[in-house]
């Protein structure tokens, strides 16, 4: 960009009340594209700026009509009426909700998914039980489950920064070939998370997740599944991922070196690499 000109990114907010488990909550999404619906998911205890580098590439706002929510407690999102009085645990259940809400308030005709991390997850609940509602279904950074490897305690005590400590635990998970600018905008997010919320959303993706023996019954005829997972992850490692894969027959995995944990923001362009592909074939059927 020369200096003084002024450049205006083609991403629009906005905000809609949804009625989520009895609660009116206030949800924040930005889109920008036309054509196929494409509602992207983001990452525990992040929110939707994680997919900045889709929204602004032709390539893929040309043809698809791309939508990232935040979902409640994070992000622009507000937590519900009354959040003082509770403690933040995301469920499946609540989680597949939410999903299936914005799908609806928004008048998406069979959408593609694409969730990273629980969002990954997420996608196969949604392909076990929901695959009619979906065009396709793009898990990255997905496995059946994880169980923790580190105290999940130390993500919200009053010792202790908690925006810093979410931030250093996920840092690791970034591939070292990653720019140092998208790096440290992936890391900034973590650390303007809300008290509490990483740990909650970690509820979710430890526990009340877990996929383990339901997976084989996932039929890939009803809506195609393809999982993208980086090489440098030891949260969902690639073999993680290619035991899914090994599980859910005719789902299509794809290994992606160079990348981490957060493909989509912490490096956009070599990510684009391994998704054009993939949107390339879902725009042409």
């Known amino acids: 960009m ?9 991403i629009h907010g906005r905000y809609v009340q949804l009625e989520l488990s009895g609660k009116t909550h206030r949800i924040y999404f930005e889109e920008a ?17 994680q997919y900045r580098g889709l929204m602004n590439d032709t390539r893929v706002t040309d043809r698809f009509r791309v939508i990232c929510f935040d979902m409640p407690w994070h992000g622009k999102s507000s937590p519900p ?16 909700t939410m999903i299936l809400a914005m799908a609806d308030v928004l008048a998406l005709d069979r959408p593609v998914v694409m969730g990273c991390s629980i969002g990954g997850r997420i996608v196969l609940h949604l392909a076990l039980d929901h695959a009619s509602r979906f065009r396709a279904l793009i898990g990255l950074q997905s496995g059946a489950h994880v169980d923790p490897y580190y105290d999940l305690d130390w993500l919200y005590r009053p010792d202790v920064h908690g925006g810093e400590v979410c931030a250093a635990v996920v ?13 440290w905008e992936t890391l900034w997010h973590y650390m303007q998370g809300g008290p509490g919320v990483f740990k909650g959303d970690l509820h979710f993706y430890t526990a009340d997740g877990d996929m383990r023996g339901k997976v084989a019954a996932i039929s890939t005829q009803a809506c195609p599944l393809w999982l993208l997972t980086g090489e440098y992850d030891y949260s969902c490692t690639p ?47």
């Open 2 to 10: 020369n200096p003084g000109q002024t450049a205006f990114e083609p």
């Open 33 to 49: 594209g036309e054509g196929i619906p494409l509602l992207c998911l983001h990452t525990a205890g992040s929110d939707s700026r």
């Open 81 to 96: 009426p009354g959040w003082q009085d509770e403690t933040y645990r995301l469920s499946s259940s609540d989680y597949v």
């Open 171 to 183: 840092s690791g998970l970034v591939g070292p070939q990653s720019p140092d600018a998208d790096r």
């Open 239 to 285: 073999e993680d991922t290619q035991k899914l894969a090994d599980s859910i027959p005719g789902a299509c995995y794809t290994l992606m070196p160079g990348l981490g944990h957060f493909p989509m923001s912490e490096d956009p362009a070599r990510f684009l690499t391994y998704l054009m592909p993939i949107l390339d074939t879902i725009a042409d059927t």
